[in-house]
């Protein structure tokens, strides 16, 4: 691994914001670009703080050391990479939200902040979502698409629950449904009747542009 990257996943490892963030400044000062900082930097490190977490090697105060850290990093790089975007025309509007009783965020923000800097509008109502705060969002706002993050396998049946809200308050077809998260599978998103799934940001870019050109745009 670049030694660039290493460090990256290695201050989010040891759970330091500060260096964190320092080593995300210094990405952007050395024209690094921001998504690749994430994917082959800092997102290894939060990828294997879980896996240690999962064997029993880390325990819940070093995860959240860990998740301060990548929040620090993200919290430079995020706003470069909407000011990237150069897209300007709107291309449709999403409500986005981690499941009811789930409050991971990390990866809800990096698909927001993807879609935010190439032209989508953004409703996020942050964590632990309930379906009815969904519904009643994507109506206010007129949403074209809903996005639900989950990252436990509890509380993927949220996005069971926001599914059927949609689908009792008469705003399916029109308002397509997504979901993510680290166990959310195609196969999951299929047996809930969702409208698509995605496994990481860019891919959820991809899937929001698909279902806008599909006619998810109807006002
Ligand atoms: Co938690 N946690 N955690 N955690 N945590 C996991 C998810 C876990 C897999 C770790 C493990 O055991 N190996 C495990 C879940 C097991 C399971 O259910 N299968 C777990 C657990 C058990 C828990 C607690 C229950 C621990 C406890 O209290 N005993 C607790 C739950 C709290 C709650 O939600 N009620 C908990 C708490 C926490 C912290 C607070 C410490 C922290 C969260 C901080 C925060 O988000 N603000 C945390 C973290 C950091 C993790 C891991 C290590 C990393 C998650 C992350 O940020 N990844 C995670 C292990 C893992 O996932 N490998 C783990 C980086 C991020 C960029 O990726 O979120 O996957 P990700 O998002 C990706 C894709 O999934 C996709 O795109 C993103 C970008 O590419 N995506 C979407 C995500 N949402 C999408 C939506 C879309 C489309 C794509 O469309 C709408």
């Given amino acids: 691994m ?45 990828t294997s703080a879980g896996e240690q977490f999962g064997r029993g090697e880390l325990f819940l105060p070093d995860l959240l050391a860990c998740a301060e850290a990548m929040k620090a990093a993200m919290k430079i790089l995020e706003p470069e990479m909407i000011k990237r975007g150069s897209q300007r025309e709107v291309l449709g509007k999403v409500v986005l939200g981690t499941a009811r009783g789930d409050i991971h965020d990390i990866g809800k923000n990096l698909v927001a902040t993807i879609l935010s800097a190439s032209g989508f509008e953004i409703f996020d109502l942050g964590t632990s979502v309930t379906p009815e705060q969904f519904v009643a969002k994507a109506r206010q706002v007129n949403a074209d698409i809903v996005g639900i993050s989950a990252l436990l396998t509890t509380t993927m049946a949220g996005q069971k629950a926001v599914v059927e809200a949609f689908d009792r308050d008469g705003l399916r077809p029109r308002v397509k449904v997504i979901v993510g998260g680290a166990a959310v599978t195609a196969k999951w998103a299929d047996e809930i009747g969702a409208d698509g799934f995605s496994r990481n940001a860019s891919d959820a870019l991809e899937l929001a542009k698909m279902l806008m050109a599909r006619g998810a745009v109807t006002a």
């Fill in 2 to 46: 670049n030694p660039m990257f290493q460090a990256m996943c290695q201050s989010v490892l040891e759970g330091m914001p500060d260096r964190a963030a320092e080593l995300a400044q210094q990405a952007l000062a050395e024209r690094m670009e921001p998504l690749d900082a994430v994917n082959q930097g800092f997102a290894v490190g939060i």
